[in-house]
T-cell receptor, first 109, second 115 residues
């Protein structure tokens, strides 16, 4: 079974401070990890995925297979980063995207 | 690109009534997904279609839920009869194929309230 855990329901940081949204997963095979984001009054959208190894809007995420983690990081938070963030996992061959419960990021001006 | 379209956006019904949700995926996307999102939770997959074939419906409660994707484009998700616990947001998503690393594009969702 595949599982995604986001331990923080709410994370508040000041503008300009570093941000780290935690994500841990459970999967026996080789997973593909994603971060999806939902801004206020907008639809859920892909922020970044492990396979692309890219930085989007200043966010990066590194897959740590030893710690089974895929934490989302940004060195300097901006007010426009305030949103709901979901970590998601898909296993090769399963096609099923399993989401965590989400973390609400609030950036304080 | 219009994105994934869902209707209605909001629906309020009384328990035991039937309800249907409609989804139009992005043009050219062969794979269509229906998700259920309860309050405070992440989306959970109900069913996945590849063209008109339901290839993964293991999470769909088949006693009251049904879905169809005639002609491999639009899809309808139905609940009959609805129960209080069905109150949630129903999300539709689509992707070019069902490949596990492909980006899924989500619709705005239908918020269902069962009274």
């Amino acid at each position: 079974a595949q599982r995604v855990t986001q331990p923080e329901k709410l994370l508040s940081v000041f503008k300009g401070a570093p941000v780290e949204l935690k994500c841990n997963y459970s999967y026996s095979g080789s997973p593909e990890l994603f971060w999806y984001v939902q801004y206020s009054r907008q639809r859920l959208q892909l922020l970044l995925r492990h396979i692309s190894r890219e930085s989007i809007k200043g966010f990066t995420a590194d897959l740590n297979k030893g710690e089974t983690s895929f934490h989302l990081k940004k060195p300097f938070a901006q007010e426009e980063d305030s949103a709901m963030y979901y970590c998601a996992l898909s296993g090769a061959g399963s096609y099923q995207l399993t989401f965590g419960k989400g973390t609400k990021l609030s950036v304080i001006p | 690109e219009a994105g994934v379209v869902q209707s209605p956006r909001y629906k309020i019904i009384e328990k035991k009534q039937p309800v249907a949700f409609w989804c139009n995926p992005i043009s050219g996307h062969n794979t269509l997904y229906w998700y259920l999102q309860n309050l405070g939770q992440g989306p959970e997959l109900l069913i996945r279609y590849e063209n008109e074939e339901a290839v993964d419906d293991s999470q769909l409660p088949k006693d009251r839920f049904s879905a169809e994707r005639l002609k491999g484009v639009d899809s309808t998700l139905k609940i009959q009869p609805a129960e209080l616990g069905d109150s949630a947001v129903y999300l539709c998503a689509s992707s070019r194929t069902g490949t596990y690393y492909n980006e899924q594009f989500f619709g705005p969702g239908t918020r269902l309230t069962v009274l």
